[in-house]
């Protein structure tokens, strides 16, 4: 019974995880590039969307996420019908990724070195061939190694979304260890966490190291 | 090569118009074969006070080798830059082929980079991307079809002499290889002209050497006009039919290689071309006196040759004008595009003549006699 219950505990911070970084992913790469590309200089260069743009980004970014929590519940309602279960963790696990992800992911673009944009300029590249065949692949590397942070600090986050009620490792050391002083369970959850942070940090590593071929 | 670049121009390029150049040429001989020319051109950076560039009007011929040269800050990377308009003039025209380039849309502005190759100093190749990749890059951006890419690439691969390398990331090159590379890449649309950007700036004597050679046999074989910049008088020497010398974003000195460097006018151009002149040698040096200390002493001249006319320098004819014993203390001669130049540093001694009609008399051999001093 206790497998059962910290299986599905696992499962359930994997899902949450999983879906929110899957969409941080897919909605930060380009929020990375616009933020990039806007910039003074940029191939894309629009000042005004771009002070917007990181303005915005800033805003989520400083708002710890705990609060974001409870500051986001009636949007959540809006969105998934309801503020409780692994679905509801998923809309602020979101929301504070993206912006999070997509600041890593700037970096990465930020460094690739100007010359390679000059270079295919010269070599008659229009401006989404310079994205997609110079930027995003000379920044892959980064790319990975900075999801790869997102990851780790995503599954923190969902320990403490798993708090207020969305299930979850986090649920279960809170309920069970906290709330009933069963160290045991509460060793277990944090034996489990440590597993899945090295495995996801080994692999990322490992990833970006491959990819990258400087 | 012939038929694959006729294929690839004619799919990626609007029909070449070599009746309109015809007439072009009929109205304004002046311009003569003019592949590039600047008019007027300015270019004066947001938030700086001194413009890069100023007023520089400048022909490079089709087919030409051209040398652009300066000292850093001078303005070589800017003007270079204008010609396939990575960087935007402020002011003046740029045409080539007698089409001003400057209100170019992306379309035409990418079809028009196309026709122009570019190579740099740090080589700028993709690091994510093979060797192959790299080169093949532009023909995909260009959406050559897959069949014609592999040719050109391989074709391309080949005549840089790096077919075997083609699956290897650039990281395990060294920098003539990169560099090499490079020249494919600029190569692989059959362009007109190729802008070398301080290309051989990074490299080996050695290495330097040997892509020097490649630019040139390529300049040879396929006619390709190439504008190049740098900082080494070496580099033109080697390669250039013509140079500019440019200095503060103005052009201080233009013409033929061998007449600026048999007889430089500018400063700067005697400044840059120092490093090449050789030293006197320093025991000569400590023994030189400004001023005759007797009648016997022996005079020692630093005689230019610069290349006027075409024959190597007839000695004996020197010999009989200034008399004397005369006693080679340095120099030498090197040709440059056909031209023998170079300085003879001579001591003449015991001449029947006085010193100043010694000196009178060298002049009368060459343009540029320099006095270094007496010896005992």
Same mark, same amino acid.
């Given at each position: 019974?206790?497998?059962?219950?910290?299986?599905?505990?696992?499962?359930?911070?994997?899902?949450?995880?999983?879906?929110?970084?899957?969409?941080?992913?897919?909605?930060?790469?380009?929020?990375?590039?616009?933020?990039?590309? =806007?910039? /003074?200089?940029?191939?894309?260069?629009?000042?005004?969307?771009?002070?917007?743009?990181?303005?915005?980004?800033?805003?989520?970014?400083?708002?710890?996420?705990?609060?974001?929590?409870?500051?986001?519940?009636?949007?959540?309602?809006?969105?998934?019908?309801?503020?409780?279960?692994?679905?509801?963790?998923?809309?602020? +696990?979101?929301?504070?990724?993206?912006?999070?992800?997509?600041?890593?992911?700037?970096?990465?673009?930020?460094?690739?070195?100007?010359?390679?944009?000059?270079?295919?300029?010269?070599?008659?590249?229009?401006?989404?061939?310079?994205?997609?065949?110079?930027?995003?692949?000379?920044?892959?590397?980064?790319?990975?190694?900075?999801?790869?942070?997102?990851?780790?600090?995503?599954?923190?986050?969902?320990?403490?979304?798993?708090?207020?009620?969305?299930?979850? +490792?986090?649920?279960?050391?809170?309920?069970?260890?906290?709330?009933?002083?069963?160290?045991?369970?509460?060793?277990?959850?944090?034996?489990?966490?440590?597993? +899945?942070?090295?495995?996801?940090?080994?692999?990322?590593?490992?990833?970006?190291?491959?990819?990258?071929?400087? | 090569?012939?038929?694959?670049?006729?294929?690839?121009?004619?799919?990626?390029?609007? %029909?070449?118009?070599?009746?309109?150049?015809?007439?072009?040429?009929?109205?304004?001989?002046?311009?003569?074969?003019?592949?590039?020319?600047?008019?007027?051109?300015?270019?004066?950076?947001?938030?700086?006070?001194?413009?890069a560039?100023?007023?520089?009007?400048?022909?490079?011929?089709?087919?030409?080798?051209?040398?652009?040269i300066g000292r850093s800050g001078a303005g070589k990377s800017s003007?270079?830059?204008?010609?396939?308009?990575?960087?935007?003039?402020?002011?003046?025209?740029?045409?080539?082929?007698?089409?001003?380039?400057?209100?170019?849309?992306?379309? *035409?502005?990418?079809?028009?980079?196309? *026709?122009?190759?570019?190579?740099?100093q740090?080589?700028?190749?993709?690091?994510?991307?093979?060797?192959?990749?790299?080169?093949?890059?532009?023909?995909?951006?260009?959406?050559?079809?897959?069949?014609?890419?592999?040719?050109?690439?391989?074709?391309?691969?080949?005549?840089?002499?790096?077919?075997?390398?083609?699956?290897?990331?650039?990281?395990?090159?060294?920098?003539?290889?990169?560099?090499?590379?490079?020249?494919?890449?600029?190569?692989?649309?059959? %362009?007109?002209?190729?802008?070398?950007d301080e290309?051989?700036s990074?490299?080996?004597?050695?290495?330097?050497?040997?892509?020097?050679?490649?630019?040139?046999?390529?300049?040879?074989?396929?006619?390709?006009?190439?504008?190049?910049i740098t900082h080494e008088?070496?580099?033109?020497?080697?390669?250039?039919?013509?140079?500019?010398?440019l200095e503060r974003?103005?052009?201080?000195?233009?013409?033929?290689?061998?007449?600026?460097?048999?007889?430089?006018?500018?400063?700067v151009?005697?400044t840059l071309?120092?490093?090449?002149?050789?030293?006197?040698?320093?025991?000569?040096?400590?023994?030189?006196?400004?001023?005759?200390?007797?009648?016997?002493?022996?005079?020692?001249?630093?005689?230019?040759?610069?290349?006027?006319? /075409?024959?190597?320098?007839?000695?004996?004819?020197?010999?009989?004008?200034?008399?004397?014993?005369? =006693?080679?203390?340095?120099?030498?001669?090197?040709?440059?595009?056909?031209?023998?130049?170079?300085?003879?540093?001579? =001591?003449?001694?015991?001449?029947?003549?006085?010193?100043?009609?010694?000196?009178?008399?060298?002049?009368?051999?060459?343009?540029?006699?320099?006095?270094?001093?007496?010896?005992?």
């Amino acid at each position: 019974m206790w497998f059962d219950r910290l299986l599905a505990g696992v499962l359930d911070t994997l899902l949450m995880v999983g879906v929110s970084s899957l969409i941080a992913l897919l909605a930060g790469i380009p929020l990375a590039v616009i933020l990039v590309t =806007s910039g /003074k200089g940029g191939i894309f260069e629009a000042p005004t969307l771009n002070r917007v743009l990181g303005a915005f980004v800033n805003l989520f970014r400083s708002i710890p996420f705990l609060i974001l929590m409870v500051a986001l519940i009636p949007f959540t309602r809006l969105i998934v019908g309801t503020t409780y279960g692994v679905w509801a963790a998923v809309v602020p +696990l979101t929301i504070a990724a993206t912006p999070f992800f997509a600041r890593i992911a700037e970096v990465s673009l930020r460094e690739v070195d100007h010359g390679l944009i000059e270079a295919a300029q010269a070599m008659g590249c229009r401006r989404w061939h310079i994205v997609w065949h110079v930027l995003l692949p000379e920044a892959l590397p980064g790319i990975v190694g900075g999801f790869t942070i997102t990851l780790v600090t995503m599954i923190n986050s969902s320990a403490m979304a798993g708090a207020i009620g969305a299930g979850g +490792l986090g649920d279960i050391a809170y309920r069970y260890g906290y709330q009933r002083f069963d160290s045991q369970i509460m060793l277990t959850v944090i034996v489990m966490l440590v597993v +899945l942070v090295a495995l996801i940090q080994l692999g990322g590593d490992r990833l970006a190291k491959g990819l990258n071929k400087r | 090569m012939s038929a694959v670049s006729a294929r690839v121009a004619q799919e990626q390029q609007p %029909p070449f118009a070599p009746l309109q150049q015809a007439r072009q040429r009929a109205l304004h001989p002046e311009l003569g074969n003019a592949h590039v020319r600047f008019i007027g051109l300015g270019k004066t950076y947001p938030g700086q006070q001194t413009p890069a560039l100023a007023g520089i009007d400048l022909n490079i011929q089709r087919g030409e080798i051209f040398g652009i040269i300066g000292r850093s800050g001078a303005g070589k990377s800017s003007l270079i830059r204008t010609i396939n308009r990575l960087e935007q003039p402020s002011s003046g025209r740029v045409l080539i082929d007698q089409v001003d380039i400057g209100e170019y849309d992306e379309d *035409r502005l990418v079809r028009l980079r196309r *026709r122009i190759g570019m190579i740099f100093q740090h080589f700028n190749l993709m690091s994510a991307k093979t060797v192959w990749q790299n080169v093949e890059l532009p023909l995909k951006v260009a959406g050559v079809p897959r069949e014609l890419r592999q040719r050109k690439v391989t074709e391309l691969l080949e005549l840089v002499g790096l077919q075997e390398k083609h699956q290897i990331y650039p990281a395990q090159l060294s920098g003539g290889q990169k560099q090499r590379v490079g020249i494919a890449r600029a190569l692989v649309h059959d %362009p007109e002209i190729l802008l070398c950007d301080e290309a051989t700036s990074a490299l080996d004597p050695e290495t330097t050497e040997s892509i020097l050679g490649l630019l040139r046999d390529i300049n040879r074989r396929l006619g390709l006009t190439i504008v190049l910049i740098t900082h080494e008088m070496a580099v033109i020497r080697d390669i250039c039919q013509r140079v500019v010398v440019l200095e503060r974003g103005r052009i201080v000195e233009q013409g033929a290689v061998w007449q600026v460097f048999g007889d430089p006018q500018h400063e700067v151009s005697k400044t840059l071309l120092a490093p090449l002149q050789p030293a006197l040698p320093a025991a000569l040096q400590a023994r030189l006196q400004p001023q005759p200390p007797s009648p016997e002493a022996a005079l020692v001249l630093n005689v230019r040759v610069s290349g006027k006319d /075409k024959q190597a320098p007839e000695l004996s004819s020197l010999f009989a004008l200034l008399g004397g014993q005369i =006693s080679l203390l340095q120099g030498g001669i090197e040709p440059i595009q056909g031209r023998a130049l170079g300085q003879l540093v001579v =001591s003449v001694a015991n001449s029947p003549h006085s010193h100043e009609q010694v000196i009178e008399r060298a002049r009368q051999w060459a343009a540029q006699v320099e006095v270094l001093g007496y010896v005992v």
